[in-house]
T-cell receptor
Framework: AQKVTQAQTEISVVEKEDVTLDCVYE???????LFWYKQPPSGELVFLIR??????QNEISGRYSWNFQKSTSSFNFTITASQVVDSAVYFC???????????FGAGTTVTVRA | GAVVSQHPSRVICKSGTSVKIECRSL??????MFWYRQFPKQSLMLMAT?????????EQGVEKDKFLINHASLTLSTLTVTSAHPEDSSFYIC??????????FGPGTRLTVL
């Protein structure tokens, strides 16, 4: 069963627009972790955030913000005032406390045009 | 964050040969290492989980005799693709995990089998 769903395959925006990436997850564990990673064309995964299931506070880091809603099992990611350097594939992932394996979503390709 | 290296970063080999990929955690002792495979324009799929000194646990559909994993120390795990074929061409990424459940990813190895 798909544990992490990223319904948006590709998003294209013009520079300075905001872009929101959706992530919906599924788990039976009460303790789990949610992640977002960025994968630029070089292929290396860049860690963006890790959030545990008991911390529903939204987080902001520079132009990045995350909205965690346990009621809807969602962990959405927003890039504010996008820049060309934000162009990449973004993955949402889930790790359950019983084995810590990471289940990745299919990824969303973000293209920011100048 | 912790540093994980992979070697080689890129390898091209002939069909039928074996290829070894090394994954090293440089500044911490990894209790667990994970190996992922990523085909072009697809997500990362977990292949196997390895703990130091014990046999690796393979995910469903991954041939353990084809993808040999050795985790000889807390800082080194190796993945050997035996008798490689063109369909094994992929991007292989390792991660090193600590007791807190965090995973730190290596930069990946791009394998091309001719």
């Amino acid at each position: 069963a798909q544990k992490v769903t990223q319904a948006q395959t590709e998003i294209s925006v013009v520079e300075k627009e905001d872009v929101t990436l959706d992530c919906v997850y599924e788990t039976r564990d009460t303790t789990y972790y949610l992640f977002w990673y960025k994968q630029p064309p070089s292929g290396e995964l860049v860690f963006l955030i890790r959030r545990n299931s008991f911390d529903e506070q939204n987080e902001i880091s520079g132009r990045y913000s995350w909205n965690f809603q346990k009621s809807t099992s969602s962990f959405n990611f927003t890039i504010t005032a996008s820049q060309v350097v934000d162009s990449a594939v973004y993955f949402c992932a889930l790790s359950e406390s019983h084995d810590y394996k990471l289940s990745f979503g299919a990824g969303t390709t973000v293209t920011v045009r100048a | 964050g912790a540093v994980v290296s992979q070697h080689p970063s890129r390898v091209i080999c002939k069909s039928g040969t074996s290829v070894k990929i090394e994954c090293r955690s440089l500044d911490f002792q990894a209790t667990t290492m994970f190996w992922y495979r990523q085909f072009p324009k697809q997500s990362l799929m977990l292949m196997a989980t390895s703990n130091e000194g014990s046999k690796a646990t393979y995910e469903q559909g991954v041939e353990k005799d084809k993808f040999l994993i050795n985790h000889a120390s807390l800082t080194l795990s190796t993945l050997t693709v035996t008798s490689a074929h063109p369909e094994d061409s992929s991007f292989y990424i390792c991660s090193a995990g600590n007791l807190a459940g965090e995973q730190f990813f290596g930069p990946g190895t791009r394998l091309t089998v001719l």
